[in-house]
Protein backbone atom coordinates (compact mmCIF):
# COMPACT_ATOMS: atom_id res chain seq x y z
CA UNK A 1 0.00 0.00 0.00
CA UNK A 2 1.23 3.13 -1.39
CA UNK A 3 1.08 6.15 1.59
CA UNK A 4 0.61 9.49 0.45
CA UNK A 5 3.56 11.44 1.50
CA UNK A 6 2.24 14.76 3.91
CA UNK A 7 4.05 18.14 4.56
CA UNK A 8 4.12 18.50 8.54
CA UNK A 9 5.94 21.83 8.69
CA UNK A 10 7.00 24.79 7.07
CA UNK A 11 9.83 26.59 8.84
CA UNK A 12 11.73 30.02 6.97
CA UNK A 13 15.57 30.11 7.16
CA UNK A 14 16.31 33.52 7.20
CA UNK A 15 19.93 35.22 7.09
CA UNK A 16 21.27 37.57 9.73
CA UNK A 17 24.48 38.91 10.63
CA UNK A 18 23.86 38.90 14.80
CA UNK A 19 22.09 35.91 16.11
CA UNK A 20 22.04 37.53 19.56
CA UNK A 21 19.96 40.75 18.57
CA UNK A 22 18.34 38.70 15.96
CA UNK A 23 16.83 36.03 18.85
CA UNK A 24 16.44 39.07 21.14
CA UNK A 25 13.74 40.25 18.76
CA UNK A 26 11.98 37.10 17.93
CA UNK A 27 12.17 36.15 21.69
CA UNK A 28 10.81 39.54 23.07
CA UNK A 29 9.12 41.26 20.63
CA UNK A 30 6.82 38.67 19.29
CA UNK A 31 7.01 35.75 21.70
CA UNK A 32 9.51 32.78 20.56
CA UNK A 33 11.80 30.35 22.49
CA UNK A 34 14.97 29.74 21.10
CA UNK A 35 15.18 25.79 21.23
CA UNK A 36 19.34 25.86 19.35
CA UNK A 37 21.04 28.42 19.83
CA UNK A 38 24.40 28.98 18.32
CA UNK A 39 26.84 31.57 16.61
CA UNK A 40 26.39 30.19 13.37
CA UNK A 41 22.96 28.57 13.53
CA UNK A 42 20.09 28.93 16.13
CA UNK A 43 15.94 27.75 15.91
CA UNK A 44 13.21 29.44 17.50
CA UNK A 45 9.73 28.45 18.08
CA UNK A 46 6.16 28.88 19.39
CA UNK A 47 3.45 27.27 19.62
CA UNK A 48 4.73 24.27 17.59
CA UNK A 49 6.08 26.90 14.76
CA UNK A 50 9.43 27.10 14.02
CA UNK A 51 11.77 29.83 12.25
CA UNK A 52 15.50 28.97 11.81
CA UNK A 53 18.50 31.59 11.39
CA UNK A 54 21.98 30.90 9.70
CA UNK A 55 24.63 33.61 9.77
CA UNK A 56 25.28 35.33 6.91
CA UNK A 57 28.39 34.15 4.83
CA UNK A 58 28.83 37.84 4.05
CA UNK A 59 27.89 41.59 4.46
CA UNK A 60 26.89 40.89 0.73
CA UNK A 61 24.40 38.04 1.51
CA UNK A 62 22.73 40.55 4.14
CA UNK A 63 22.46 43.82 1.67
CA UNK A 64 20.49 41.36 -0.55
CA UNK A 65 18.51 39.70 2.10
CA UNK A 66 17.26 43.45 3.98
CA UNK A 67 14.07 44.79 2.53
CA UNK A 68 13.90 41.98 0.02
CA UNK A 69 12.56 39.25 3.33
CA UNK A 70 9.33 38.36 4.37
CA UNK A 71 7.43 36.31 6.27
CA UNK A 72 3.66 35.53 7.35
CA UNK A 73 2.62 34.21 11.12
CA UNK A 74 -0.85 33.77 11.01
CA UNK A 75 -1.57 33.74 14.42
CA UNK A 76 -5.07 33.59 17.16
CA UNK A 77 -5.24 36.75 19.36
CA UNK A 78 -3.75 39.45 17.66
CA UNK A 79 -5.30 42.45 19.45
CA UNK A 80 -3.17 41.13 22.68
CA UNK A 81 0.27 40.86 20.55
CA UNK A 82 -0.88 43.87 18.98
CA UNK A 83 -1.07 45.31 22.44
CA UNK A 84 2.46 44.47 23.23
CA UNK A 85 3.94 45.19 19.78
CA UNK A 86 2.18 49.18 19.88
CA UNK A 87 4.35 49.52 23.09
CA UNK A 88 7.61 49.09 21.08
CA UNK A 89 7.18 50.97 18.48
CA UNK A 90 10.17 53.97 19.15
CA UNK A 91 12.32 50.95 18.95
CA UNK A 92 11.05 49.34 15.51
CA UNK A 93 9.59 49.80 12.30
CA UNK A 94 5.61 49.32 12.33
CA UNK A 95 2.49 49.48 10.30
CA UNK A 96 -0.06 49.62 13.12
CA UNK A 97 -2.94 47.26 13.35
CA UNK A 98 -5.29 47.43 9.92
CA UNK A 99 -7.99 45.11 7.30
CA UNK A 100 -7.13 43.84 4.30
CA UNK A 101 -8.87 43.05 1.70
CA UNK A 102 -8.54 39.74 1.38
CA UNK A 103 -10.01 39.08 4.72
CA UNK A 104 -7.31 39.14 7.31
CA UNK A 105 -6.38 41.72 10.12
CA UNK A 106 -2.39 42.57 10.53
CA UNK A 107 0.11 44.61 11.78
CA UNK A 108 3.94 44.59 9.96
CA UNK A 109 7.27 44.55 11.89
CA UNK A 110 10.43 44.65 10.70
CA UNK A 111 13.52 42.39 12.37
CA UNK A 112 17.00 43.61 13.00
CA UNK A 113 17.84 41.86 9.62
CA UNK A 114 15.35 44.23 7.47
CA UNK A 115 13.12 41.07 7.06
CA UNK A 116 9.50 42.60 7.30
CA UNK A 117 7.40 40.35 9.58
CA UNK A 118 3.75 40.41 8.98
CA UNK A 119 1.47 38.77 11.55
CA UNK A 120 -2.11 38.24 10.60
CA UNK A 121 -5.34 36.84 11.84
CA UNK A 122 -8.65 36.32 9.51
CA UNK A 123 -10.89 39.06 10.36
CA UNK A 124 -13.68 38.73 12.35
CA UNK A 125 -17.11 39.10 10.94
CA UNK A 126 -18.29 41.65 13.56
CA UNK A 127 -15.40 44.36 12.37
Not at 5 to 34: C, H, W
Not at 78 to 92: A, D, Q, T
Request: proline content about 5%; overall charge neutral.
Amino acid sequence: MTRTPVAKRISPMLATDNMEKTISFYQEVLGFVPTIKSPEYSIVERDGQTIHFQKAASEEVMKSVRGHTEIYIEVAGIHIIWKHVESLRNRYRIRELFNREYGMTEFHIEDPNGCLVFVGEPTSKGN
